[in-house]
C-alpha cells in the first residue's frame, strides 16, 4: 500500500528514480527511528517530503518522529495531516489518539482511537491503547470493556490482562484486580509494569512481605520510576521496617522536595515514631523562597493535624495574603479554626468557599460541619440532601442528615439514628482452647500489645493521643487475633437477621447479603486519648 502511494506521488514526474529515491529515504527513515536516531531519521524524512509533500506514510512517520524529539503540537498537526490524506488509516488514528493521551488530552485522544477501531475492530494496538488511556482517564468501566474484548480474543495477552486488573483497581475492586496483575506476571514473568501494579494492590490490602517481593521484581525488569520507591516505603511502614522506610522517602523528598505525598508520609513516619521535628523536612521545603503553594498548604494540613493549630493558620493567612483568597485555602482555614472551637469565625469563611465552588464535596463537607456544629442545620440542609443523593451510599452524608434531623427535631432522626435497634451489645464465647473469655482476652492483648510498635498515632486518622497497628488485622497470621475474627461472624450474622431488611432505611436497605469484615485494626488510646469526628 505505502509503494502505491509513493508511486502516485510521483507518476506525474515519470521517473522512476524519483521512485526510487523515496523508497530508499522512506526505509532509511524507518529504520532510523527504530534504532533511536531521531535526528537522522527528522532529516530523512523531511528530504522525502521534499519530493513529495503529500507522502501520507511519510508526514505520519515524521509526525512519530517529532513526538519522539519533544516537539507534540508538531507531531500532531503532521499527523492530522496524514489522516486527511488517508482516512481509512487505522494505525494513523491509533498513534495519534495515543499522542493526545500523551499531551494529557485523554477525550480526545480517546476518540481518535474509538475511530480507529471503528475502522478495525480486531486491531488490538488501538483497542489496547483506549483500554490503558481509558485508566489514565478515569474512565475504568470503559477501560476494563476493552481489556475484557482482549482478553476474550486472547487469554494470553498479558499486557491486557494488565489493562484490566488496572482498571478493576480502580473500581476499588481489590481482589480482582490482584487475580489480573497475578495473571499478566504469570503469563509474562519478565512484565516488570505488572509487578509494580501488583505491589501496589498488595500493599493496599496489608500483604506487605508479598508486596516487597513484586517491588524487586518490578526494580529487577527495569522499572525505576519514584511511585515504585513510594511503594516500597509503604510496605515497609506496613512492617514496621520505620528506619529502611525512611532511607526509601528521605531519598525521595531530596530529589523532589515538593511532591507532597512523600513529605506526608515522611512526616507520618517520622510523627509515629516520636520523633520531636517530625516535619522538619517539609516545614525547609514549605519555608524556602519561591515554595509552590501546594507544598506550603501542605505543611499547614500537617501542622493541623498534629495540633498546631498556630502555625496552620498563620500558613494559611499567609497564601492567602500571598495568592488570593481561592476556595481551597479558605476552606482550609476555616477548618483549623473549627478545630480550635473558633466557630463563628469557621462558618463565615466555609460560606465563602462553598459559595465560590459549590461542586466541591470537601469543601461542602467541611461547610456543613462547621455548620452542624454551630446550630445551623437549617442553612446545612440543602448542601447535605445535594451530596446525599449524588453519594447515596457515603455514610458521611447519611451521618450528617442525621445529625441535622436531630436539630430540626424531625422524626427521620428518630428513625436512622435508633440506638436501641441499631446498637446492640453480644458477649463473645472463648474460642476453642481457652477456659473462659478472661484468659482469652488476656492471650489477645498480648498479641495486640506486641503489634503496637508506634509511640504516636497516625497523622491521616482519627485518633489522638494513641497508638494504631501499623496494617490491617484481617491478614496477621497469629491465632488468637484469627481466633477473634473467626468469633465474629456468629454475632454478626444474628445482628443482621435482628435489624432486617428495609429499603427506605439507609443502613437496613443494604442488609441484603451476609456481612464480611473488609478491614480490621487494634487502636491503643493513652490516658486522655479520643477519636476527632469521622
Not at 360 to 379: C, K, R, T, W, Y
Not at 427 to 450: I, K, S, W
Not at 480 to 509: M, N, V, W
Amino acid at each position: 500500500r505505502a509503494c502505491l502511494e509513493i508511486f502516485d506521488c510521483v507518476r506525474a514526474a515519470g521517473s522512476c528514480d524519483s521512485l526510487l529515491a523515496v523508497e530508499a529515504l522512506f526505509r532509511k527513515a524507518v529504520a532510523a527511528l527504530q534504532s533511536g536516531e531521531f535526528a537522522t531519521a527528522d532529516s530523512q524524512c523531511r528530504e522525502l517530503l521534499r519530493f513529495c509533500p503529500a507522502h501520507a506514510p511519510g508526514l505520519h512517520l515524521l509526525g512519530i518522529v517529532q513526538r519522539e524529539l519533544g516537539r507534540p503540537l508538531e507531531a500532531e498537526r503532521l499527523m492530522r495531516r496524514s489522516i486527511e490524506l488517508d482516512p481509512s488509516n487505522p494505525e494513523y488514528r491509533s498513534n495519534l489518539g495515543r499522542l493526545l493521551g500523551g499531551m494529557g488530552r485523554h477525550a480526545d485522544g480517546i476518540v481518535e482511537l474509538e475511530k480507529a477501531l471503528a475502522l478495525a475492530p480486531a486491531f488490538r494496538p488501538a483497542r489496547l491503547a483506549l483500554a490503558r488511556l481509558a485508566n489514565e482517564a478515569g474512565r475504568f468501566d470503559l477501560a476494563e470493556q476493552h481489556a475484557r474484548t482482549l482478553i476474550a480474543r486472547d487469554r494470553c495477552d498479558h499486557e491486557s490482562w494488565s489493562a484490566l486488573g488496572t482498571a478493576l483497581y480502580g473500581r476499588h475492586l481489590f481482589a480482582q484486580a490482584r487475580l489480573a496483575f497475578e495473571t499478566a506476571v504469570r503469563l509474562k514473568p519478565s512484565y516488570g509494569a505488572a509487578h509494580y501494579q501488583l505491589a501496589v494492590v498488595l500493599a493496599e490490602d496489608d500483604h506487605a512481605e508479598m508486596a516487597l517481593e513484586h517491588v524487586e521484581h518490578a526494580a529487577r525488569f527495569g522499572v525505576a520510576h519514584r511511585e515504585l520507591e513510594l511503594t516500597r516505603a509503604r510496605a515497609l511502614m506496613k512492617l514496621d521496617r520505620y528506619a529502611e522506610a525512611e532511607c526509601v522517602l528521605d531519598a525521595l523528598v531530596q530529589a523532589a522536595p515538593d511532591d507532597v505525598t512523600c513529605q506526608f508520609l515522611l512526616a507520618q513516619l517520622r510523627h509515629v515514631r516520636g520523633d520531636v521535628d517530625f516535619a522538619s523536612a517539609l516545614r525547609l521545603a514549605a519555608e524556602r523562597p519561591g515554595a509552590p503553594q501546594a507544598t506550603r498548604a501542605m505543611y499547614a494540613d500537617v501542622m493541623r493535624r498534629c495540633g498546631a493549630f498556630d502555625i496552620a493558620e498563620r500558613v494559611l493567612r499567609d497564601l492567602i495574603a500571598q495568592h488570593g483568597p481561592s476556595p481551597g485555602l479558605v476552606s482550609s482555614l476555616s477548618t483549623v479554626l473549627h478545630d480550635q472551637g473558633r466557630g463563628v469565625d469557621a462558618v463565615e469563611l466555609a460560606r465563602h468557599a462553598l459559595q465560590a465552588r459549590p461542586e466541591d464535596p470537601v469543601i461542602a463537607e467541611n461547610f456543613v460541619a462547621a455548620m452542624l456544629s454551630q446550630g445551623h442545620a437549617q442553612e446545612a440542609l440543602p448542601v447535605i440532601e445535594r451530596f446525599r443523593l449524588a453519594m447515596p451510599l457515603d455514610q458521611r452524608w447519611i451521618t450528617y442528615r442525621i445529625d441535622a434531623g436531630r436539630q430540626l427535631r424531625e422524626w427521620l432522626a428518630d428513625d436512622w439514628g435508633d440506638v436501641e435497634r441499631l446498637v446492640q451489645v453480644y458477649d463473645l464465647p472463648p474460642p476453642a482452647g481457652y477456659v473462659d473469655q478472661d484468659e482469652f482476652l488476656g492471650a489477645l492483648t498480648v498479641a495486640l500489645e506486641r503489634r503496637h510498635r508506634q509511640r504516636l498515632h497516625p497523622l491521616d486518622q482519627s485518633m489522638r493521643q494513641g497508638t494504631q497497628t501499623s496494617r490491617g488485622l484481617l491478614v496477621d497470621s497469629d491465632p488468637t487475633i484469627k481466633a477473634f475474627l473467626d468469633a465474629l461472624s456468629e454475632p454478626i450474622a444474628r445482628y443482621q437477621a435482628a435489624i432486617g431488611h428495609d429499603p427506605d432505611h439507609p443502613l437496613c436497605a443494604r442488609n441484603l447479603t451476609p456481612a464480611r469484615p473488609i478491614g480490621c485494626w487494634s487502636v491503643r488510646l493513652k490516658r486522655g486519648g479520643f477519636h476527632v469526628n469521622h
